[in-house]
């Protein structure tokens, strides 16, 4: 089992559109859960942490469920410049840990 | 947030020669710094963590002979891709963390693009 898989996508979708991207993670033991979004031949950009209650930021909605190893990302009322890869991203040792990455999944979102 | 900078942005090289690319934290000071390498279609792989004033610690299958990382300063970390072939063409991509160990939040800079002749 890869340590982080995510939808394979790319999800297509309209303006205005809510769309959700799944992610789940092998080591139980992970201590911290980031979602980072990275555009077209860019870095990376972190896009908001993933808390075990939940943590909304604007339109953007993600969840944890550590029982399932399973982190969530909503996007409500999708824009055209949402569109880029949405990375899911693990820590698993914490603050001294390394960061490891999904393979992301794309987001196209159209007029 | 905090400023990290890449440098060059892009570079072509022929094969066989050495290419040195630096990373600085602006504004803060990182006493740890990460070099990323990301194929087209794939997903950030974590080369090495490079600490301030010690060796780096590389990843598995990454040759330390062949990328040589330099940590000399709180703000700089430097990767030398070493007699580098087509396939060491890739995206480059080094992440800097803050000193206060309480945040593990790591700030990417904007990359290096290296094509091999």
């Known amino acids: 089992r890869k340590e982080v898989e995510q939808d394979p996508g790319p999800f297509n979708v309209p303006e205005g559109a809510t769309v959700a991207f799944n992610c789940t993670y092998s080591n139980s033991a992970s201590q911290s859960f980031f979602w980072y979004r990275q555009d077209c031949r860019k870095e990376p950009k972190l896009l908001m942490s993933?808390?075990?209650s939940g943590n909304e930021d604007g339109r953007f909605t993600a969840q944890l469920n550590r029982a399932s190893q399973y982190i969530s990302l909503l996007i409500r009322d999708s824009k055209l410049s949402d569109s880029a890869t949405y990375l899911c991203v693990v820590n698993p040792r914490g603050s001294q840990g390394n960061l490891i990455f999904g393979k992301g999944t794309k987001l196209s979102v159209k007029p | 947030g905090a400023v990290v900078s890449q440098h060059p942005s892009r570079v072509i090289c022929k094969s066989g020669t050495s290419v040195k690319i630096e990373c600085r934290s602006l504004?803060?000071?990182?006493?740890?710094m990460f070099w990323y390498r990301q194929f087209p279609k794939q997903s950030l792989m974590l080369m090495a963590t490079?600490?301030?004033?010690?060796?780096?610690?590389?990843e598995q299958g990454v040759e330390k002979d062949k990328f040589l990382i330099n940590h000399a300063s709180l703000t700089l970390s430097t990767l030398t891709v070493t007699s580098a072939h087509p396939e060491d063409s890739s995206f480059y991509i080094c992440?800097?963390?803050?000193?206060?160990?309480?945040?593990?939040?790591?700030?990417f800079g904007p990359g290096t693009r290296l094509t091999v002749l």
């Open positions: 504004d803060f000071q990182a006493t740890t």
């Open positions: 992440s800097a963390r803050a000193t206060s160990g309480v945040s593990d939040t790591q700030y």
């Open positions: 490079s600490n301030e004033g010690s060796k780096a610690t590389y």
């Open positions: 993933v808390y075990s």
